[in-house]
């Protein structure tokens, strides 16, 4: 399998012309997008390249290798011994910036967790400056990654020289390890940028070879076509519910549900909506930065906001599609609509209420779901929904669940096909009505393909989403076992120290990876510590700030990496940090093999007595313990008994039985 542009023995590189090889570059590459400023790039590449390693008889060179994630190519590799050196070339420039040092790393990061033969291999991220000063190397491995070296294009040599003293007897095969297969786990944000790039599902989560994760994706997304397009051929209305564990890529397949539709017929004008606004918001600021960044390396100037607009067209909030379509008759533009986290669609008493105040109706009776179902009915053909469905994530007063959409269409709108994942019925995630159980399992299709089992949130952890279930369903021989499996891939830690949370994050990070504190909302006494839950991150704080949180360099003091400012889970549901610090609160806390539940009102806890407000709680710990996708440290302050608000038990039963289910404690002081 060939995943460069051009690739051949270093001896044979030396010999080859040089216009010889800059004709294979253009002919790989995409020529529409082919500009001068590329071609000078790969003419200065090879001049340096060729200097620099005359003097080399053996070893294998690549020019532009694709890495495991969509959109992106090394300048190089280059192949000697048991030593992949990963080359990143900023021809023209004279000082080893920041980003450039990332990118570097973060291409050596890619390859070793997602490229099958680079799992153990030593990887030496290599920036070039090609006008930059001479800095002497500094060489030292961590898990077979080396600290990003810098050279300039004079000392190339000297550099290489002193890398390859570090290779080993093995000897890597370049074509053998070339071929190996990838298994790419791209962030949700980095997922939207590729589909909205133009590419499929299949392509940005391709586990070749044997792969369960992009097979469960890709037979979902082609199941979910076939259903629409049977709608389209019979001129049938139809609504597919669509489940998962956390992590398995809903909202990845919704968003591919969108681009692959509109790219059928533009007539379709199909959308992504999401009742979540931060993901909404971040989505769209990344998908804009993108688009004007990949305008800008075409040579196309783009404003930002113009980007902004070209976007927010396939990326809706919900409660603006509701409100367009509230007052008037006319039937949507959209044939074809995505709901993101549908459960968290309104009930009857919520929407309500809010048309009574917003449009003084009194006669309004209708649930979100009933009121989004019948807008959509007012199609005089076809049309088809897609709800997507997180199984106990309904984290706010007034989340109706899937069993509000269900009583829509059996009192409303039985005409719709219905087709369902078998989890729906056979679980208890989902419905509790059991006359609803009864009804869907009469009037629908049961749909196993429709199911996501597989999370692809987490590369380290497949079993986070059960150990997090154990532990919060106080399953201790269950949490001890999970835990053990997982924590050498995925480590979990915990600490009575913010300080020492922080290091740990930041000794963790590598290259561009996202770390960020997560904090109930209801965590209210934890502000004596260092984490205010009530300036932390929710979903109202504003598009900009969720923008700068998730997106923003590590020196901005608005970035989650900076480690200042802490996000609630409503403004992280949905989306996702590489590396987490979970600041737990006395809101859950862990009591005589019992979980207390609690809210701060006032001066003071009282204890929640609610059924429905105690499963938000516990949903409220199930999403923040679930953001993280290669590891967090659970961070659980000390009380303080003179403070009748963090009294010591509100945080030591946690503390101990959190412990007691074999998570390491670490301290550094």
Same mark, same amino acid.
């Given at each position: 399998m060939k995943r460069s542009y051009y690739s051949k023995s270093i001896s044979e590189f030396l010999q080859e012309n040089n216009s010889s090889i800059l004709g294979k570059l253009n002919s790989a590459y995409n020529l529409e997008n082919l500009n001068i400023k590329q071609n000078n790039s790969w003419e200065s590449q090879i001049k340096i390249l060729k200097k620099n390693l005359s003097d080399f008889k053996y070893g294998y060179i690549f020019f532009e290798f694709s890495i495991p994630r969509m959109g992106?190519?090394?300048?190089?590799?280059?192949?000697?011994?048991?030593?992949?050196?990963?080359?990143?070339?900023?021809?023209?420039?004279?000082?080893?910036?920041?980003?450039?040092?990332?990118?570097?790393?973060?291409y050596s990061l890619d390859l070793k967790n997602f490229h099958e033969g680079s799992h153990q291999v030593k990887i030496v991220p290599l920036l070039i400056s090609t006008n930059a000063r001479y800095i002497t190397p500094i060489l030292k491995f961590e898990n077979n990654i080396c600290n990003p070296v810098k050279s300039n294009s004079v000392d190339l040599s000297k550099i290489i020289r002193e890398i390859i003293k570090l290779q080993g007897n093995i000897i890597i095969d370049p074509l053998t390890w070339e071929s190996s297969r990838y298994k790419p786990?791209?962030?949700?944000?980095?997922?939207?940028?590729?589909?909205?790039?133009?590419?499929?599902?299949?392509?940005i989560t391709r586990y070749e070879g044997d792969g369960e994760g992009e097979n469960n994706l890709s037979i979902t997304a082609e199941h979910l076509n076939t259903i629409i397009d049977k709608s389209k051929r019979l001129s049938e209305k139809s609504i597919c519910f669509v489940t998962g564990v956390p992590g398995a890529g809903k909202t990845l397949v919704g968003l591919n549900i969108v681009n692959e539709r509109k790219k059928i017929s533009e007539d379709e004008n199909a959308v992504f909506l999401s009742g979540n606004g931060p993901l909404v918001q971040v989505l769209r600021e990344a998908l804009a930065r993108d688009r004007k960044k990949s305008a800008l390396a075409k040579g196309i100037k783009l404003k930002i906001e113009d980007a902004r607009r070209e976007v927010n067209s396939s990326i809706q909030n919900i409660h603006h599609f509701r409100d367009e379509y509230f007052q008037g008759t006319e039937e949507p533009n959209e044939k074809v609509v995505v709901f993101d986290e549908a459960q968290r669609a309104w009930n009857q008493k919520k929407t309500t209420s809010f048309v009574k105040e917003k449009y003084d109706n009194n006669e309004f009776d209708m649930s979100e779901p009933e009121c989004l179902i019948d807008f959509m009915n007012r199609h005089k053909e076809w049309c088809s929904i897609v709800c997507l469905i997180g199984g106990g994530q309904e984290i706010n007063t007034g989340e109706a669940g899937i069993e509000e959409w269900l009583?829509?269409?059996?009192?409303?709108?039985?005409?719709?096909?219905?087709?369902?994942?078998?989890?729906?019925?056979?679980?208890?995630?989902?419905?509790?009505? #059991? /006359?609803?159980?009864?009804? %869907?399992?009469?009037?629908?299709?049961?749909?196993?393909? +429709?199911? &996501?089992?597989?999370?692809?949130?987490?590369?380290?952890?497949?079993?986070?989403?059960?150990?997090?279930?154990?532990?919060?369903n106080i399953n201790l021989t269950k949490a001890q076992k999970l835990y053990k499996e997982i924590n050498n891939d995925y480590p979990i830690v915990i600490t009575r120290s913010l300080s020492d949370s922080k290091q740990w994050l930041r000794e963790k990070k590598q290259g561009s990876e996202r770390i960020g504190i997560l904090i109930s909302s209801s965590s209210k006494r934890i502000r004596p510590r260092g984490v205010d839950a009530e300036n932390g991150l929710r979903s109202n704080s504003g598009k900009a700030k969720i923008a700068n949180w998730f997106l923003n360099s590590e020196e901005?003091?608005? #970035? /989650?990496?900076?480690?200042? %400012?802490?996000?609630?889970?409503?403004?992280?549901?949905? +989306?996702? &940090?590489?590396w987490v610090c979970l600041a737990w609160g006395g809101d859950l806390s862990f009591n005589e093999n019992k979980w207390m539940h609690r809210n701060f009102t006032g001066t003071s806890w009282k204890n929640i007595g609610i059924l429905t407000k105690k499963k938000f709680l516990v949903n409220t710990y199930r999403v923040l313990l679930t953001r993280a996708r290669?590891?967090?440290?659970?961070y659980i302050p000390n009380g303080q008994n003179e403070d009748k608000t963090r009294m010591n038990h509100y945080y030591d039963g946690t503390f101990k039985y959190l412990k007691s289910i074999g998570i390491k404690e670490i301290k550094y002081s």
């Amino acid at each position: 399998m060939k995943r460069s542009y051009y690739s051949k023995s270093i001896s044979e590189f030396l010999q080859e012309n040089n216009s010889s090889i800059l004709g294979k570059l253009n002919s790989a590459y995409n020529l529409e997008n082919l500009n001068i400023k590329q071609n000078n790039s790969w003419e200065s590449q090879i001049k340096i390249l060729k200097k620099n390693l005359s003097d080399f008889k053996y070893g294998y060179i690549f020019f532009e290798f694709s890495i495991p994630r969509m959109g992106k190519r090394a300048d190089n590799i280059i192949i000697i011994g048991d030593l992949i050196i990963v080359l990143e070339f900023k021809v023209g420039s004279d000082k080893y910036d920041l980003g450039s040092i990332n990118q570097v790393l973060d291409y050596s990061l890619d390859l070793k967790n997602f490229h099958e033969g680079s799992h153990q291999v030593k990887i030496v991220p290599l920036l070039i400056s090609t006008n930059a000063r001479y800095i002497t190397p500094i060489l030292k491995f961590e898990n077979n990654i080396c600290n990003p070296v810098k050279s300039n294009s004079v000392d190339l040599s000297k550099i290489i020289r002193e890398i390859i003293k570090l290779q080993g007897n093995i000897i890597i095969d370049p074509l053998t390890w070339e071929s190996s297969r990838y298994k790419p786990t791209p962030t949700i944000i980095e997922a939207a940028q590729a589909l909205y790039r133009g590419h499929q599902v299949k392509d940005i989560t391709r586990y070749e070879g044997d792969g369960e994760g992009e097979n469960n994706l890709s037979i979902t997304a082609e199941h979910l076509n076939t259903i629409i397009d049977k709608s389209k051929r019979l001129s049938e209305k139809s609504i597919c519910f669509v489940t998962g564990v956390p992590g398995a890529g809903k909202t990845l397949v919704g968003l591919n549900i969108v681009n692959e539709r509109k790219k059928i017929s533009e007539d379709e004008n199909a959308v992504f909506l999401s009742g979540n606004g931060p993901l909404v918001q971040v989505l769209r600021e990344a998908l804009a930065r993108d688009r004007k960044k990949s305008a800008l390396a075409k040579g196309i100037k783009l404003k930002i906001e113009d980007a902004r607009r070209e976007v927010n067209s396939s990326i809706q909030n919900i409660h603006h599609f509701r409100d367009e379509y509230f007052q008037g008759t006319e039937e949507p533009n959209e044939k074809v609509v995505v709901f993101d986290e549908a459960q968290r669609a309104w009930n009857q008493k919520k929407t309500t209420s809010f048309v009574k105040e917003k449009y003084d109706n009194n006669e309004f009776d209708m649930s979100e779901p009933e009121c989004l179902i019948d807008f959509m009915n007012r199609h005089k053909e076809w049309c088809s929904i897609v709800c997507l469905i997180g199984g106990g994530q309904e984290i706010n007063t007034g989340e109706a669940g899937i069993e509000e959409w269900l009583r829509a269409l059996k009192n409303k709108f039985q005409d719709w096909k219905i087709y369902f994942s078998d989890s729906v019925i056979g679980t208890n995630n989902y419905i509790k009505d #059991s /006359s609803l159980i009864q009804w %869907i399992g009469l009037n629908g299709n049961i749909e196993t393909e +429709l199911h &996501l089992s597989v999370p692809v949130r987490s590369f380290r952890a497949e079993k986070l989403s059960k150990l997090v279930e154990s532990v919060l369903n106080i399953n201790l021989t269950k949490a001890q076992k999970l835990y053990k499996e997982i924590n050498n891939d995925y480590p979990i830690v915990i600490t009575r120290s913010l300080s020492d949370s922080k290091q740990w994050l930041r000794e963790k990070k590598q290259g561009s990876e996202r770390i960020g504190i997560l904090i109930s909302s209801s965590s209210k006494r934890i502000r004596p510590r260092g984490v205010d839950a009530e300036n932390g991150l929710r979903s109202n704080s504003g598009k900009a700030k969720i923008a700068n949180w998730f997106l923003n360099s590590e020196e901005d003091i608005r #970035s /989650s990496t900076f480690l200042e %400012i802490p996000a609630t889970q409503f403004a992280v549901q949905g +989306l996702e &940090l590489d590396w987490v610090c979970l600041a737990w609160g006395g809101d859950l806390s862990f009591n005589e093999n019992k979980w207390m539940h609690r809210n701060f009102t006032g001066t003071s806890w009282k204890n929640i007595g609610i059924l429905t407000k105690k499963k938000f709680l516990v949903n409220t710990y199930r999403v923040l313990l679930t953001r993280a996708r290669q590891g967090m440290v659970i961070y659980i302050p000390n009380g303080q008994n003179e403070d009748k608000t963090r009294m010591n038990h509100y945080y030591d039963g946690t503390f101990k039985y959190l412990k007691s289910i074999g998570i390491k404690e670490i301290k550094y002081s």
